[in-house]
């Protein structure tokens, strides 16, 4: 199979590799090629070979790449783990994004923990009833670069209806007076050293979050992956932290192709997800500029039914997420590796 050099990216961040293999030259039809490798576990990995590198560096909080790969196009990897990818981000931001908005039934203001890349707030504006969304990331430099090179979101970082502000989300919730109809959790995955996992918690859902959600109020976080041999790394214990809070939690996933793996989101309330199924494609048209490319009321109804191993896993799960007691997925952020 030829040799694998690693030409960059040491202390633990995913590697680049360089083959020059005939096999590898008869697939791409190149004498030379770069591959980004992701570690999904201890013995798994996950390679895409690249165009060309866009920007390596390391924040104060994590350690960020983006990537031009020849099969997704650009995509974001912090702290080793991919987050968005340009041909299938769709899949994700529409899930985690339009639900909660199309199942509250009047949404005007919306709290995004996170989503420095820009993503989730656009597809919030897409909505009509919206006349406010504050973004709450905590790296300048994942903005910065996201604003820089994510040439689709420019749109939304523009608009007048966007407050940006670059602070933890845990403080910044904390210190505002007022409530929001949707609070978003597009935060990146829960790993040990990260500055996510506290934002996972019952005392943050409880104590921090819940308070300030308007009456009518919907919270949605990404959940981490959700097939069958990954669901029991962060998603049942998430889905089971919330129900700890929230009188009525949904689960739902989606396959995305990029993340190589089904995907998990989980929505609460304290009232119920009452919409009828031909209500949500109404609501699709009335509300919703432009056409979605994954989501309408067949697929949300898809992915909110749950196959058996994964509906037994949430309704057996026991453990509540918590500082002291919290699961990580495979990896670790920039402040496990500098210790």
Known sequence: MGEAVEIMFGNGFPEIHKDTSPMQTL????????WYEETIDDDLKWSFALNSVLHTGTSEYQEIALLDTKHFGKVLVIDGK????????????ECLIHPALLFHPNPKTVFIMGGGEGSA????LKHKTIEKVVMCDIDQEVVDFCRRFLTVNSEAFCSKKLELVIKDAKAELEKREETFDIIVGDLADPVEGGPCYQLYTKSFYQNILKPKLSPNGIFVTQAGPAGIFTHKEVFT???????????HVKAYTAHVP?????????MASDQEF???VNEIDKRIEERVKGELMYLNAPSFLSAATLNKTISLALEKETEVYSEENARFIHGHGVAYRHT
């Open 121 to 124: 707030a656009r597809e919030i």
């Open 82 to 93: 991919m987050q968005s990818a340009e041909r299938d981000e769709f899949i994700y931001h």
């Open 27 to 34: 697939h791409s039809n190149q004498q030379d090629c770069h």
């Open 258 to 266: 990029s993340f190589a793996d089904t995907w998990g989101w989980v």
């Open 274 to 276: 009452e919409v009828e």
């Open 237 to 247: 214990s998430i889905y089971n932290t919330m129900k700890q809070v929230f009188k």
